[in-house]
């Protein structure tokens, strides 16, 4: 279960309604949906993961998971954790989000709106050696792959409420 900035508590299929009826609302403008994960190690591994919607140039709305798991400290391991979780969370929405619109005889394709990953990795740092094999896994399941410094879902939102 997700959580509102606000704290309440909410599901993926009603993120989905809370998206639908925020493109709704100005079906002109431009969307980014935005799914990102980043983590922290404790005395376990603190994974939260974010989905985001950004009408372009007015801001935006997003959700969050926070789960502790058992700790991670291999770097790959941990990236590739955090890539896994935005997968199946993204999965899991775009599926609840082209249920909706086909229930409201429309298609997602029609409108202005890009579907992306977020990856908490970047050209500086170690994380740079796993850019090539994240991107191309992301990509390889037809979504868009965004990295630092770029990917604010997971380098920002989701960063913020992982320590």
């Not at 082209?98 to 394709?109: A, G, H, K, P, T």
Request: charged share 25%.
């Amino acid at each position: 279960m997700f959580k509102t900035a606000k704290g309440q508590i909410i599901s993926v299929p009603d993120i989905a309604k809370t998206i639908f009826e925020y493109i709704m609302s100005d079906m002109d403008d431009s969307y980014e949906i935005t799914v990102g994960t980043d983590s922290q190690n404790f005395d376990r591994t603190k994974m939260v993961e974010v989905i985001a919607i950004h009408k372009k140039g007015k801001g935006g709305i997003y959700f969050y998971n926070i789960e502790f798991i058992h700790l991670i400290t291999n770097l790959k391991q941990k990236i590739n954790e955090e890539t896994g979780r935005s997968l199946f969370v993204a999965n899991d929405l775009l599926d609840s989000l082209v249920e909706i619109f086909l229930e409201n005889d429309m298609l997602l394709d029609d409108l202005d709106v890009s579907f992306q990953i977020h990856c908490d990795i970047g050209r500086a740092g170690k994380t740079s050696v796993l850019i090539k094999e994240i991107v191309s896994w992301v990509t390889s399941q037809g979504y868009v792959c965004l990295i630092k410094p770029d990917s604010y879902a997971a380098s920002e939102i989701a960063d913020r409420y992982s320590k």
